[in-house]
């Protein structure tokens, strides 16, 4: 990691994660790949780089955590907080990483069709099966 200090959000992304923007390897796969991985259709699609992802954040934060998420229902044990965006399906479909109690080894939870969800238990794990 080039960066030690480097915090995504106020939280330090996984070392995966950096690995693979510094090599340019977190690009998106096959469409197929993320149907299978996230279970909607991606209506254009992206993997945020790192300035996307800094941008994409600071602006998440500024908004009013009523006007991207609704937390009554389904949704009411995702704290906007503890989110990381890092990319989406399309427009109201966020990638992200969920921090949670455990800020170490962040879940990965996708805003689709039916709310949040964990898509994977960690990053490492979305990675492998997103053939990254």
């Known amino acids: 990691m080039t960066n030690p200090g480097l915090l995504i959000g106020g939280f330090v992304p996984p070392p995966k994660l950096v690995q693979l923007l510094e090599a340019g390897r977190w690009v998106l796969p096959a469409e197929q790949v993320l149907k299978e991985v ?24 500024a908004l009013s955590p009523e006007i991207h998420l609704d937390l009554d229902g389904p949704d009411s ?35 689709g069709l039916e709310g949040w969800r964990e898509v994977a238990p960690s990053f490492g794990v979305l990675a492998e099966r997103l053939g990254l």
């Open 38 to 61: 996230f279970g909607d259709d991606p209506d254009d699609p992206r993997f945020y780089d790192l300035p996307s992802m800094l941008r994409q954040n600071e602006l998440y934060r």
């Open 77 to 111: 044990d995702v704290d906007p907080a503890r989110c990381v965006l890092i990319g989406d399906l399309g427009a109201d479909m966020s990638i992200a990483l969920y921090y949670g109690s455990d800020h170490g080894d962040p879940r990965v939870i996708y805003y």
